[in-house]
């Protein structure tokens, strides 16, 4: 696909959290194709380096940075590190997070998960984007729509949509902000959860009848940071398949 298909530039950059496998490795391929240098990270270097090499052969330009995100000197040092050799990077997509089903005490995970995001944002914005910079962060239906038995899951997602709000009211001179809501959605994280007797009832609910893929998201979250949507702000977009109308 073209660059131009979604209005992005040529020797436009992406960061990509969380890069390593599921959405963020979708994100990364798919911007790829649209003819984006990418900066992809995470704590996991095999998975980070896949994802890499799958990127390295569509032929653009790509950088690793391997560490935690909630290390700010870390990532000062990886924003500056992608910049020396992509350039200017003027879409972030805040995208790492632990899984739901992980046992997190709830206030370091609300430091995690929404604290990162903040890091992440504040970093790249110092940065110098440019104009036309956009941010987008993996929310989730849970904690904005529905409630989830992860009570730190459901706060912190719904506590990012909060802060992407709260980016696209007082920081637009900026640069844009919006959150895509993944339902659920068919990642490694997710393995085998279709065909358990909940995932089956949580199908029955979802009117086109299948889990999201990766990519589901990955498009939808290569729209929002794109030219082609300058002038949508602060909004939360569930890729959900209609579960959450059924609701």
């Known amino acids: 696909m073209s660059s131009i298909a979604l ?18 490795r979708a994100t990364a391929l798919r911007a790829a194709e649209l003819g984006l240098g990418t900066s992809l990270w995470d704590l996991n270097s095999d998975g980070l380096e896949e994802t890499a090499a ?29 910049r020396a050799q992509l350039g200017t990077i003027r879409y972030l997509h805040n995208n790492a997070g632990p899984a739901s089903s992980s046992e997190i005490p709830f206030d370091r995970a609300l430091e995690l998960c929404v604290g990162t995001v903040r890091l992440m944002t504040d970093t790249w914005a110092a940065s110098g984007p440019g104009p036309g910079a956009a941010m987008v962060a993996t929310a989730s239906v849970a904690g904005n729509v529905i409630g989830t038995a992860s ?33 659920m959605t068919d990642t490694p994280r997710l393995a085998g959860f279709a065909s358990s007797p909940m995932g ?36 939360f977009l569930p890729v959900d398949g209609g579960w959450t109308v059924t609701q």
């Open 54 to 82: 799958s990127v390295r052969e569509v032929g653009h330009p790509v950088h690793t940075w391997v560490g935690d995100v909630s290390d700010a000197a870390l990532v000062t040092e990886g924003l500056s590190n992608a």
């Open 151 to 183: 009570d730190w899951y459901s706060a912190s997602k719904a506590a990012i949509t909060g802060y992407v709000r709260h980016l696209a009211a007082y920081r637009s001179e900026e640069f844009r902000s919006n959150a895509v809501a993944p339902g």
């Open 200 to 235: 089956q009832r949580v199908l029955e609910r979802i009117p086109l009848r299948r889990m999201g893929t990766p990519d589901d998201i990955a498009y939808a979250t290569l729209f929002l940071l794109s030219p082609l949507a300058s002038y949508i702000n602060g909004v």
């Open 7 to 24: 209005g992005f530039a040529p020797g436009d950059n992406l960061l990509i959290t969380g890069a390593g496998s599921g959405i963020g």
